[in-house]
């Protein structure tokens, strides 16, 4: 399955049957490569019902912690960042709005959830000093 730019379109309520079509879909040891936009905050709610926003697929855009979550919570495996854009593609309100492609795994055995998704070189290592006001952001 090969998507861009196009879950963020869909309804937040409908998005785990979307993720979960997604893994039903795919045959034992099949892949999903997925690029989408995300946010690195979740969207204020007044934003996610700005229409203009909404067709710059930025309204819908998951946070990316859990759009990576998303994956391994549909029971796909080896859930990996394969392109991250290092800078905001735009940015609304405070919000970093960029492009990443995800790959993931059906897993070979049918029924076997992922343990775990791994986030190295993805996030900060510690967020909490990360981006203050009036400071450089890590």
């Given at each position: 399955?090969?998507?861009?730019?196009?879950?963020?379109?869909?309804?937040p309520?409908?998005?785990?049957k979307?993720?979960g079509?997604l893994?039903?879909v795919?045959?034992?040891?099949?892949?999903?490569?997925?690029?989408?936009?995300?946010?690195?905050?979740?969207?204020p709610?007044?934003?996610?019902?700005?229409?203009a926003?909404?067709?710059?697929?930025?309204?819908?855009?998951?946070?990316?912690d859990?759009?990576?979550?998303?994956f391994?919570?549909?029971?796909?495996?080896?859930?990996?960042?394969?392109?991250?854009?290092?800078?905001?593609?735009?940015?609304?309100?405070?919000?970093?709005?960029?492009?990443?492609?995800?790959?993931?795994?059906?897993?070979?055995?049918?029924?076997?959830?992922?343990?775990?998704v791994e986030f190295?070189g993805?996030?900060?290592?510690?967020?909490?000093?990360?981006?203050?006001?009036?400071?450089?952001?890590?």
């Open positions: 399955v090969v998507s861009n730019c196009v879950l963020n379109l869909v309804h309520g409908d998005r785990r979307l993720f079509e893994a039903r795919l045959k034992p040891g099949g892949r999903a490569v997925i690029s989408d936009i995300v946010a690195d905050n979740d969207v709610d007044h934003l996610q019902q700005d229409l926003l909404w067709s710059g697929c930025v309204s819908g855009a998951y946070r990316e859990r759009f990576l979550e998303a391994a919570g549909a029971g796909m495996v080896g859930v990996e960042v394969v392109q991250r854009q290092p800078e905001p593609w735009t940015v609304v309100e405070g919000v970093e709005f960029r492009s990443v492609t995800v790959r993931a795994i059906s897993p070979r055995v049918p029924g076997k959830q992922a343990d775990r190295s993805i996030l900060p290592p510690d967020e909490s000093t990360c981006c203050e006001p009036d400071e450089e952001c890590c």
